[in-house]
């Protein structure tokens, strides 16, 4: 069974920095692409980032290019999402998914974590 936790979430003011980490366990890393989602309140859960297997290729939301960077360790099984000069706007649930591509549609995505709350203060 896969199981993927994710931690490092807060409250932090605009302007500031998280990095989110996403453990996986069950199976290696490198057998999954990795994406980032976000859901918040009353709103659509949606792509923020996805990375290939083996990190050639990343992918962002517009909203989040430039700021957030994903990244991974297939040695300690483990991936990343810094986020950079967050805003008001980017506070919400943050999820990370494994799945065999690097899609940006959600539901392409077999495996989830439990989430972790981002909130980022005016």
């Known amino acids: 069974q896969v199981q993927l936790v994710e931690s490092g979430g807060g409250l932090v003011q605009a302007g500031g920095s998280l990095r989110l980490s996403c453990t996986v366990s069950?199976?290696?890393?490198?057998?999954?692409?990795m994406g980032w989602f976000r859901q918040a309140p009353g709103k659509e859960r949606e792509f923020v980032a996805c990375v290939s297997r083996n990190s050639g290729y990343t992918n962002y939301a517009d909203s989040v290019k430039g700021r957030f960077t994903i990244s991974r360790d297939n040695a300690k099984n483990t991936v990343y999402l810094q986020m950079n000069s967050l805003k008001p706007e980017d506070t919400a649930v943050y999820y990370c998914a494994a799945s065999s591509s690097t899609y940006t549609f959600w539901r392409a995505y077999d495996y989830w974590g439990q989430g972790t709350q981002v909130t980022v203060s005016s």
């Open positions: 069950g199976r290696t890393l490198s057998s999954y692409a």
